[in-house]
Structures are given as C-alpha cells and as structure tokens.
C-alpha cells in the first residue's frame, strides 16, 4: 500500500502546489513520509518556507484524498502520518501469495551479468558480479519485466588462447571428480608458468588467435571445447549459489556473422578514428578519454572491444533497456564503450559497477593459481554452518542438518555479498555472515523460521480468524513496514541499487522480532490474539517473497 499511498500523497500535492516535482521524502521519525515542497516555492514566492508548509497541510487535511491520513507541518517540512486503515490494507494485500508482484511491464530487459573468463573456477572476486546481477534480475521479474539474463562467453581472446595452448601441449588427465573449470585452470595457471619461463612462446598464442579469426576449423574446436568444459564447472558453482543465466552468447558469433565487421565499419568513418597500418583505434580525448581504444591490432585481429561494441548493438535490437554488471576495473572500457556508442548514434547501456569481496586471507589472482574458489568458499561455509545448526538443534538428524546448513550457508554467502552498496568495498566475514543474532542471511532466515513455528503452534490449539485491527504500536510498525515492500522492488529496478533490498529484509526481521518480543501473539487473547496472528502471517509471506528476490531459501525450520 506505500506505493499507492505515496502516489496518492504526490497527486495531491501537485494540485495544491502546481509543481510537478512535489519532493516526496521519508518522513523519519515524524512521519510515514515528508514533502520539502515549501523550500522550493518559497525561492519563488519570496515568503516564509514554514508558512508555505503551514498553508499546504491545511488545504491538504481538507481534500477527501487525505481521509485516513494526518497531515502537519513541521517547520518548513508538510508530514503525512499513515493511520490505522492503511495498516489493516497493508496486511491484508500482504498475505497474497504474489505479495510485492507489481504489474506487467512491457519494456524488455536484457542484464548482462558473470561473464567471467573460462579459464578456471570462479573466484570470491567474481560471485559479486553474479550475486549482484542475479539479484536485480529476480526484481526484474517481480517488478513485472520482461528480462533475460546473459552471459557474455569469451571463448576466442588471448586468455583462451592461453588455456587452449595448454591443453594441445600438456596432456594432463583429468582427475576422478574433479570439475570441468578445476581441469581447465591446471592448464591455464601452468602454461603461464611455461610462458614466463620461455617468453619465445608467446607468438605461438598470437598465431593461434589469428587461426581462429580466420574459422581455422580444428583451432575453433580445440577453443571451443576447451571453454565448454570450463563453463560446465563454472554452471555448477552458479546453480550452488541459486545463479541462473537464460543464455550463454559465444563471442565468437559477432566475429563470424559480419556484425563485428559492420560496426568497425561504421566507427571508422568517425573523425576520431586512426588508422596506421592494419591498427585501428579511436582517440576520444576530446571525450574526456585519454586513453586510445583499440579495436583492431597492427596485424589484422581484432580485439575484445570491437566485439563488445557489436554485442551491445545486437542486445538493442532485443530490449528496451540493456544493463551490464563491470568490475571496477573495467570503468575504463565501460565508459570508452558506452562513449562510443553515443558517437555512432546508438543507445548505451547501463552500468552497474561494483568494488571488490574479498577474504580476510588475501587477494587472488586466476593466472597465479592464488586463489579461493566460490566453490572452496561455499563449501567452507557450510561447515561453519553445520557447526551451528548441530549446537542449536542437536536433536535433528544429520540429514537435516546439512540441509539447513547448505541453506543456511547459501543465504550467508549471497546476503553477505549484496547487502554492501555496489560502489563500496567489501571483506567476506565468516563469523558476520553467520551470525544468527543480526544483520545475516541466518537473522532473517531465522525470523521466517520463527513466523512459521507460531503459525503452526496456532494451528495446533485451533483455527484463527483473520483480523486486520491493530493499535500497538509495535504492530503499526510492522505493518507499515511490510506496506514498503513492493515500492522498495521498484526502486531496485529504477535506482539499481540491490542493496536496498536487503537492508529492507534486515529491518523486517528486526521488526518483527521486536514485535514478537513485546507483543505477545500466542498468550493473547480473542481478537488480538487474531490480529496478531495475521500479522505474523503477513510477516511471514512479505520475509519469504524478499528472500526469494535475494536468491536465499526461506526456511521454514532452523
């Protein structure tokens, strides 16, 4: 009910003001929601911002649109304070199995999100790419979008030339139940040993970067087989993380089906384009990029880039709107990108930039070989997480245990992961993403837990009506914090910010056990023995409908 509530609230308050930016805000501790409409006009009226508030909440405490609302000012501020209906509605639309599904969109979406190098295993530095992608994919989805999610396969650069020379040369077995992107990255770490140690190799990898260019048919089998067998792992890690892509797109494709072609084509007739030989680049300082951006080396190959340029335009020609996820690292390229586009008249995507997880053990390099893999990471979770499960609930059996526990660990991953802004850093905590007393995947996992372990004792002393009456105030506040729920889905989705999503779970959680605490659900009696037990219901489709957005199991025991 927030979203209609505000929509209603802005409405309202365009047709009291005649401003078209009415400058809705929280409302803190004073109210449900706030207007700082007053400031603006004063700088137009000339007149006292606290009387131009003053004035506005009059006129809109008279309007039949505010019935149910308490409108004030407070200082230059105009306060709208939700009452008890909009709390009854907001718990009554929560219990709705589809609770926070907003209505269909028609604008396409396609998130391009992972598209790590298969050259080995995923590492902790790649899962916040895919944490981060996957999860504004599922609020695509309940935001009501068309959305695919991509994978970009890098299955012909001078990584997998690198990868390919070593598995041609170095004939290793693959071991009894090691994974694909386990036996590809013995390849790749060794043959950069080899190269670091005989440098005179490396036209060999030049060479067969043009071989493939050029369709050479064993070169393109021999790469191509070498990154599908990476990718077979590497689809492995993702399902363990409840990962999903709807397409992997070779890159290759762009190179052989004349696309790449026909954008160096169209950019090379731009005024910034060099030439110099067989080396093609465009020099985009007047764009405020100092640095030249390649697309085709001194002899004939192209690069990454020239192909990254033909993919995006291949996604616009699929969707309304095309959002990439870009390590930090790759701001340079993105922005050359997204620049270059705009030169040639074509829509840029979006991008998502994030900063870097990584562990209180240390960084990781791929090419190395010093790395913790997300399956290393997951796996080492899980039995922090067994450890705790059979402390807290000895009396469950093993099975169940490790059933929780992978659950459990899962969640701790993901939450960990997103509940960070994109833009900061952050280090992978074991003991804090475990901890089953706050600001966890297990802290909001357990509050579910919780609303469902009620609702059964409920049901075990007799049926309960639905009421939807609430006056304590720790009910007003749980109710009017589940009312959030759909408007924080759609500002995911506008903002692309993720997070917000889990910093609304947590606060869920903290609220509803701070309601459990000091409201009593199964001692009370008659009525609000009732409302409360709806409320908990309510508590617990809105907790399970966030989790899944996360991408984390909602359990029902813990």
Not at 2 to 8: A, D, P, S, T
Not at 288 to 312: E, W
Not at 351 to 378: K, N, P
Not at 414 to 431: C, L
Request: hydrophobic share 45%; proline share 3%; with cysteine.
């Amino acid at each position: 009910m927030y979203r209609e509530y505000v929509h209603k609230i802005e409405a309202l308050l365009r047709e009291i003001t005649g401003e078209e930016d009415v400058l809705i805000t929280d409302g803190g501790d004073h109210a449900d929601i706030a207007s700082t409409v007053a400031f603006s006009l004063a700088k137009k009226e000339r007149k006292n911002p606290a009387a131009i508030a003053a004035k506005i909440a009059e006129m809109a405490a008279s309007l039949p649109e505010a019935k149910g609302v308490e409108v004030s000012a407070k200082g230059p501020y105009v306060n709208f304070v939700f009452g008890r209906e909009y709390a009854a509605e907001s718990v009554r639309a929560a219990l709705s199995p589809k609770y926070g599904q907003l209505p269909a969109r028609t604008e396409r979406v396609i998130l391009e999100h992972t598209s790590a190098n298969p050259n080995g295993p995923l590492h902790v530095g790649h899962i916040r790419n895919s944490v981060i992608g996957d999860t504004l994919v599922r609020a695509f989805r309940k935001a009501g979008y068309p959305v695919e999610a991509q994978y970009y396969l890098n299955d012909m650069g001078r990584q997998i030339a690198i990868v390919a020379w070593g598995v041609k040369h170095l004939h290793y077995d693959r071991l009894p139940g090691e994974k694909g992107d386990d036996f590809i990255v013995r390849h790749y770490v060794e043959a950069n040993k080899i190269m670091k140690e005989k440098p005179e190799i490396e036209p060999e990898f030049d060479a067969m970067m043009e071989m493939i260019e050029a369709g050479d048919l064993e070169t393109v089998r021999l790469f191509h087989d070498s990154v599908d067998l990476c990718v077979e792992g590497i689809l492995e890690t993702l399902a363990a993380l409840n990962v999903h892509h709807d397409r992997f797109v070779r890159e290759t494709i762009f190179l052989w089906n004349g696309d790449m072609q026909k954008v160096l084509a169209r950019v090379g007739m731009l005024p910034e384009a060099q030439h110099d030989g067989q080396l093609m680049f465009l020099d985009l300082s007047g764009r405020g990029i100092d640095n030249r951006y390649v697309l085709r080396r001194s002899n004939g190959t192209s690069v990454y880039a020239a192909r990254d340029l033909a993919f995006h335009l291949w996604k616009n020609a699929q969707c309304d709107r095309s959002i990439d996820v870009l390590g930090a690292d790759h701001k340079l390229i993105g922005s050359q990108l997204q620049t270059t586009l705009a030169m040639i008249g074509e829509r840029s995507p979006e991008i998502v930039y994030f900063e870097f997880v990584s562990l209180l053990e240390g960084a990781m390099t791929t090419r190395g070989g010093v790395f913790i893999t997300a399956d290393e990471l997951l796996a080492e979770t899980k039995k922090r997480a067994l450890e705790e499960i059979t402390v807290r609930r000895p009396e469950l059996n093993m099975a169940d245990r490790e059933r929780i526990a992978s659950a459990v660990a899962v969640g701790a991953v993901r939450y960990d992961i997103v509940q960070v802004s994109a833009e900061k850093s952050t280090v992978f905590d074991w003991k804090v993403a475990l901890d089953f007393e706050r600001q966890s995947a297990p802290y909001v996992q357990y509050a579910h837990a919780r609303a469902c372990s009620i609702l059964e004792k409920a049901k075990e002393e007799g049926s309960f009506a639905e009421n939807y009456t609430f006056s304590d105030p720790y009910e007003l506040a749980l109710a009017k914090h589940i009312a959030r729920f759909p408007y924080v889905i759609e500002m995911v989705v506008v903002e692309l910010r993720p997070h917000l999503l889990a910093t609304y779970v947590r606060d869920l959680a903290d609220l509803f056990n701070s309601f459990y605490r000091f409201a009593p659900v199964l001692r009370a009696e008659g009525s609000v023995r009732d409302a409360r037990l709806t409320l908990v219901d309510a508590s617990r489709n809105t907790l399970s409908a966030a989790l899944d957005v996360l991408g984390i199991e909602a359990l029902e025991s813990m």
